[in-house]
């Protein structure tokens, strides 16, 4: 018997799987807006593509339709729900990449602004609801114990307790 790895060497430890309403469009929306690449065809079934995978960089996800193997998972934009995750991704040129999306017709949330912790970020809305956030790092964390206590990254006393609530 042959020793198989854990995983296929190519794929990283951790690949969110998203939700699409369609899978075609989401494919071509992170195609042009994100700089994603396809890897290989979508799985078609009944003429509709229903799973795909793409990369960008070290990053990769892959996309399943909405409804595809008996899953009751629906995109944010379809329960009307937004989801308690959000996808953060570094790429070499923060500006370049915003100018690429925002002329691919993203939605944007924040525009590119500087973070105490060194990154230069911007966030993003796609076509299902997911929030995107994409990051440069440009310099190295140089924050005070005061900026972190005005951060409100650290939830006080009061706010801990209403959380037990």
């Not at 430890?13 to 807006?33: N, R």
Request: glycine share 6%; hydrophobic share 35%.
């Amino acid at each position: 018997m042959t020793s198989v790895p854990y995983k296929p060497d190519h794929v990283p430890q951790l690949t969110p799987c998203l939700t699409v309403e369609a899978p075609e469009e989401a494919i071509s929306f992170y195609e042009l807006a994100f700089g994603f690449e396809r890897i290989g065809e979508p799985i078609v079934r009944n003429g509709l593509a229903v799973f795909a995978e793409m990369y960008c960089l070290e990053a990769r996800i892959m996309l399943q339709r909405q409804g595809s193997f008996s899953s009751p998972s629906q995109t944010p934009n379809s329960s009307e729900i937004q989801q308690g995750i959000g996808l953060y991704i570094y790429v070499p040129n923060i500006e370049m990449h915003y100018s690429r999306a925002t002329s691919c017709g993203a939605t944007i949330l924040s525009e590119v602004l500087d973070t105490f912790w060194g990154d230069r970020i911007y966030t993003v809305k796609d076509l299902d609801g997911y929030l995107w956030t994409f990051a440069q790092h440009v310099t190295e964390p140089q924050i005070t114990e005061e900026e972190i206590s005005n951060s409100g990254l650290i939830l006080e006393e009061d706010e801990l307790d209403s959380l037990d609530e």
